[in-house]
């Protein structure tokens, strides 16, 4: 067990992976953000020495309050089974990338990928694992969906929830006045499937054309939320 004052509830659940460290054997670790909150609280990683169970490394994510950091995916870039990077999301949207490559725990750090936002410019609440896969052309795509289901208000929540495909090519996403400019919008087109009779639902394929867009996002209709 571990516990700080600054962990809530932690559905987080933890990834177990070696980093880099200061001798060749690294850092067996486990790797988990620090959760949720009733009220305050910041978002946090936490890693956890395996052997021991003490604090090799605390990194904050930035400064927002009524926050808390998510299962976060471990990456290993080169397939030398040493982790170099983690993404997670937080409560206020923000998906956050922790660099881990230095073999100085000290220099390890977090940077504000990207923030997502609905058509109204509400932040929307990350409270799943993102999954990381390779680009053809260099860096990785982060897809992750957003929305959250454990608070009371959560059961009446109607607000616009989406999925993104984002493409991390060394540098963070700018900022957008519109996601359109940054990110291709795909979208759910409603189908009855006439053989059978259910209704289905399909979606586009738009094209991403890379790098002059940064991904792709879809909506989801009012109450739906991963």
Do not use: C
């Amino acid at each position: 067990e571990y516990t700080d004052g600054d962990m809530g509830y932690t559905f987080s659940q933890p990834q177990v992976g070696r980093l880099h460290g200061s001798t060749s054997a690294g850092y067996w670790a486990a790797v988990f953000g620090n959760g949720y909150k009733e009220s305050g609280g910041g978002a946090y990683l936490y890693i956890i020495d395996l052997s021991d169970g003490s604090l090799i490394r605390k990194i904050q994510a930035g400064t927002d309050t009524d926050n808390g950091l998510s299962t976060p995916v471990l990456v290993d870039i080169n397939n030398d089974k040493v982790i170099d990077y983690a993404y997670a999301g937080d409560l206020q949207g923000n998906l956050w990338k922790f660099d881990l490559t230095d073999t100085d725990k000290d220099a390890w750090s977090a940077s504000n990928m990207f923030i997502a936002k609905d058509p109204d410019d509400n932040r929307q609440p990350i409270t799943v694992k993102p999954v990381v896969a390779s680009e053809a052309i260099g860096g990785h795509w982060i897809f992750f969906g957003t929305g959250r289901y454990f608070a009371t208000d959560d059961n009446t929540s109607t607000g616009v929830q989406s999925f993104y495909g984002i493409w991390d090519n060394g540098a963070v996403v700018p900022a957008y006045t519109d996601r359109t400019d940054i990110l291709v919008q795909q979208e759910i087109i409603p189908q009855t499937l006439t053989s059978s009779g259910f209704n289905v639902r399909v979606t586009t394929d738009n094209d991403v054309e890379l790098p002059t867009k940064r991904g792709w996002f879809i909506d989801f209709s009012g109450g739906e939320r991963v």
